[in-house]
Every structure is written in C-alpha cells, then in structure tokens.
C-alpha cells in the first residue's frame, strides 16, 4: 500500500467516526504546505573503510498537513517526500522516500485515548539499528505502524497508561530480514508531589519473521522516576530487567532536560532492546546529548553528539557529532548551515565521513 492509499483510508475512517455530524460542535480545520531544500557535500557516504569517494547531493522535502478539532476531539495527519539526487548515482543511488502518519486524540478531564498510524521510508545508511557499519548498502527500510493508547486517571494522584501496536517491516536490497512486531504494554504513575512521581512499566513485544523464521518474544519491567528538580530542570531515571526468550538482560537509562528562555540541554544515555533486520532482537546501549541557543530573536546554533553500539555477533558502533547555525529571515522562512562528522566502527574496520550542507526552509508560522 502506497503512502497516499494509506492516508486516504486512513482519513476516511477517522474523520467518519470522529467528525460526525451529529455533533453538537462544527469541526474547524487547518492545513499548511512547508518545504525544505538543501544542498550538502559528503565526504564518505558509503562508509567505505578504505578509497571513499566523495558526492555532492541535493534534497528536496516538501510536506502537508492537516488538523482538525470539535471539542473533544482532535486528528492530525501529514504527509511528506524526500527526493534526493547525488552527483554519483553508483555510490548514492537516486531515492524518492515518502512518509506518512494520522493520530486522533479524544480527551475529557480524566481520560484521553488515541489511535495512531504510520508509513516511512528510509535508507538503512540513516537507521543505526540496522546499520551494519563500513561498507553499508544502499537499501530501503519500510515500516507501517498502527498503534493506540489511553491514559486514565485513577485518583487524583495515580495514573493508569494502556498501549498497543502492530508494525510490519520490509526491506528493498540488502540481506535484511523482514518482520512483523505486535506490542503491549501498561505503565502506571502516582505523583507522590508536585516534582516527583515514580512509576511502574511492564510491556510484551513479539517479533516473527515474515519467511516463516521462529518467533522470538521479549518481556519488560521498568521502574523509573520522574524528578521536576526545578522550573528548567527535569529528570527520568529508570532501571529493569528485560527477558528475550530464555535470555535475562538489563535495560535502564537516565534522561535530563534543561530548558529557559534562550537555552536547551538535553542528555540521555540508556540500554534498550530493539527488534531489528537481523532476524531478531538487538541489545543497543546509546548516549545523546544536543544543546541549543538562541543568539537574538531571528538566529539560534546548536551542537548534537550521538554514540550508538549495537551488540551483533560483531559490535558496530556509530559516532556522530554536529553542529548548526540557523537565521529566520522572516516568520515562515529560515537558512539553516550544518557540519557532521560521523565515525562507523565494525568487524575490525574504521570509516569516516564529513557531511557539510546548506537548507532553505518555509514553514507556516500560523499552523
């Protein structure tokens, strides 16, 4: 099913279930067209460990959305293409990657409850879980994702949170194995005050492979605490224990999260478990950390670091480290420059890559 099939069957029924006309209240609507074009040099878009060859690449993102409300309700959908074109079509093949979602939300004052659903497209060069380090190459990674969740308040303190999903993921080129994933999950939440609340989350996620390969099931306990530790500063911690098969692991991270009137800091570092294009679950232990800053009212910069280590039968570890510079010139248009240096490091091989690029972007500011 094509990204546009997707969301039209996807408006249809959740505009027919939600934006009857019985209603009392008249459904308002609003919808925007953004884009984004950017041109960018690569020193190593294959990650070669030895001989990189280098391309200069182009990319066109234009987008649309749309949201609706009647009271209680409200459904957001989008849509967006990703065309890109390289000087060097033998080392980055020409791609048209489209993407997709819908989300309905019905909220009252104790309760809310949402259905999602997802299309994407993407390179396996960009997904670090399926990135197999040096060497990569150049598949498409296609998921379809529908989910739904409610949230229910229990006393006036305590907080009840049920999610599901079901996600089918398929490969173009490479030797990625596809999957479907069926999820569920209960995470429960009492504010013990105004700046702390502890919780509890237990989930199940199956993973079957579509060429009939054995089904693995992966379970999941998490205690965590959320700490408000002042008006800018906020935490997440948490810790427990993940069962895959027969297989006892741990799982945890802390997250932190800074934010005042010109500056944002945020870091995480966790070990989770993902399912992956290798036919199973994969363990992966990342950090990230970005930090933002606002330099007047038209014009802020920003510095990103990223580490990844995905445990295969051999490790591969992903390091990117960024920084950017963006000028608004007006409330809908802004210029963006941006530098990556990226490291892959896998099965004894070592590869580099600096990326360099510019971006013109329109998005409406009325939205």
């Not at 299309?119 to 296609?142: K, Q």
């Not at 996600?167 to 173009?172: C, H, L, R």
């Not at 194995?177 to 995470?187: D, E, P, Q």
């Not at 580490?307 to 390091?319: G, P, R, T, Y």
């Amino acid at each position: 099913m094509k990204v546009a099939q997707f969301l039209e069957v996807s408006a249809i029924m959740v505009s027919v279930l939600v934006f009857s006309p019985t209603r009392g209240q008249a459904a308002s609507w609003q919808q925007a067209w953004s884009a984004q074009a950017s041109a960018e040099y690569d020193s190593n878009p294959a990650m070669a460990p030895a001989y990189p060859v280098d391309i200069w690449r182009s990319i066109f993102e234009p987008g649309y959305k749309l949201k609706g409300t009647d009271g209680v309700n409200e459904l957001n959908m989008g849509v967006a293409l990703q065309i890109t074109r390289a000087s060097n079509k033998m080392i980055s093949p020409n791609r048209e990657d489209s993407r997709g979602f819908f989300d309905w939300r019905q909220r009252s004052n104790t309760d809310e409850f949402g259905i999602s659903g997802a299309y994407d497209e993407v390179a396996t060069r960009t997904t670090t879980i399926d990135n197999t380090g040096p060497g990569l190459a150049d598949s498409t990674r296609t998921s379809r994702l529908l989910s739904a969740n409610e949230n229910q308040a229990l006393t006036e303190r305590s907080t009840l949170a049920l999610d599901g999903a079901y996600e089918q993921v398929f490969y173009k080129g490479g030797t990625f194995v596809n999957y479907v994933t069926r999820s569920a999950g209960m995470k429960f939440s009492y504010a013990w005050n105004e700046r702390n609340t502890p919780f509890l989350r237990i989930s199940y996620t199956d993973y079957k492979p579509t060429n009939d390969g054995a089904l693995s099931r992966l379970n999941n306990v998490l205690i965590g605490w959320n700490w408000k530790i002042s008006e800018y500063l906020e935490c997440t911690i948490q810790a427990g224990k993940s069962r895959m098969d027969n297989v006892q692991g741990k799982q945890g991270g802390v997250n932190v999260q800074y934010t005042d009137q010109r500056t944002l800091v945020a870091i995480n570092a966790d070990r989770q478990v993902s399912p992956s294009g290798f036919g199973g679950f994969v363990t992966v232990d990342q950090a990230k950390g970005s930090w933002s800053y606002a330099l007047n009212e038209s014009s802020k910069t920003g510095v990103d670091l990223e580490w990844q280590k995905n445990h295969l039968s051999m490790n591969v570890v992903n390091n990117t480290a960024g920084a950017w510079l963006q000028q608004d010139i007006n409330s809908s248009w802004g210029t963006r420059m941006y530098y990556l240096h990226k490291i892959s490091m896998g099965g004894g091989a070592r590869a580099y890559s600096n990326i360099l690029g510019v971006s013109l972007m329109y998005t409406p500011s009325d939205f």
